[in-house]
């Protein structure tokens, strides 16, 4: 109050504490942004038209988090880059999300995928599964590792499938055939021979082992890693890595998945461990007096 004046200043009847600012989770903005979700039984057209701008804004969520680490990421934070293009060994490919380093290249690459709808058939008019595009899924994953990994063997290519928590529970505990496993499993399966380029397991030893390939891996069809994504409404999501085995039926648990600052972690760790091998250089002798 100022002195002499019987009324508050504005500032004190409105406090910074007062409507502090709202705290989204961490897909709230892309899924908002993305627009009304078609239902499963909708045009093909109009459903292949959501999936797209969903990629697209999942693409600027995952490039704004990995911002402070790559300040040359794309798509830039005023969303211009979206499926920039890169050139590969016939032509140029478009990618989703991607870190240039200008004397390295490309170094980070993320590939973002979705599967929204649960299967529906016109014929029946029955909704089915969420596995009837999973193997095209894993076929254009394999053409986008083939392409870059063969021009550019030092760049980490992560993947990610985002889809709805509804995948896992789609599954028949009481089944003992392969039909039995939810949905969300059968991803996992799928995907889990996409993943793990520059590393091989090694059999018979306690634990988890491998040789540390790198960038020398011939295996061009993988990417270093693949995550699916699992996404509640609310923008909620945890990651599981398809290198892990999953629960057969239901939901995996909080501790076999990874939280959305985990994930950046995680790929920002391939990053670096591809890299660790740059050479180092000794300092000068101050003694030599080779240029004498």
């Not at 934070?77 to 990618?95: I, P, W």
Request: aromatic share 8%; hydrophobic share 30%.
């Amino acid at each position: 109050m100022s002195e002499g004046s019987l009324f508050p200043e504005p500032e004190s009847l409105f406090p910074e504490t007062l409507f502090p600012e709202l705290q989204h989770e961490p897909l709230w903005d892309a899924l908002r942004l993305a627009g009304d979700k078609p239902a499963a039984d909708a045009d093909r057209g109009e459903k292949k038209n959501y999936a797209q701008r969903l990629s697209n804004q999942l693409a600027q969520t995952v490039a704004d988090a990995l911002r402070p680490l790559y300040p040359n990421i794309t798509p830039t934070a005023t969303g211009e880059g979206q499926e920039a293009t890169v050139d590969v060994a016939k032509g140029r490919k478009r990618l989703d999300v991607k870190a240039l380093d200008p004397t390295l290249g490309l170094i980070l690459c993320v590939s973002i995928k979705t599967y929204n709808f649960q299967d529906y058939s016109p014929r029946s008019g029955k909704l089915g599964r969420w596995t009837k595009n999973i193997v095209r899924n894993d076929h254009e994953l394999r053409g986008e590792a083939m392409v870059l990994h063969q021009r550019q063997p030092y760049s980490v290519l992560v993947a990610v499938m985002f889809e709805p928590y509804a995948t896992c529970d789609d599954g028949d505990p009481t089944k003992t055939s392969d039909t039995g496993k939810s949905s969300f499993a059968h991803h996992v399966t799928t995907l889990s021979k996409r993943s793990g380029r520059g590393k091989r397991a090694v059999v018979g030893v306690p634990g988890k082992a491998w040789v540390d390939l790198g960038a020398e891996d011939t295996r061009y069809d993988l990417f270093e890693k693949v995550f699916i994504g699992l996404y509640e409404t609310d923008g909620g999501v945890r990651f599981f890595d398809v290198d892990e085995p999953p629960p057969r039926n239901g939901r995996p648990t909080e501790s076999q998945t990874f939280s959305f600052d985990d994930f950046v972690a995680i790929v920002h760790g391939e990053v670096e461990r591809r890299n660790r091998f740059a050479p180092t250089w000794s300092d000068p002798d101050d003694g030599d007096d080779s240029d004498s």
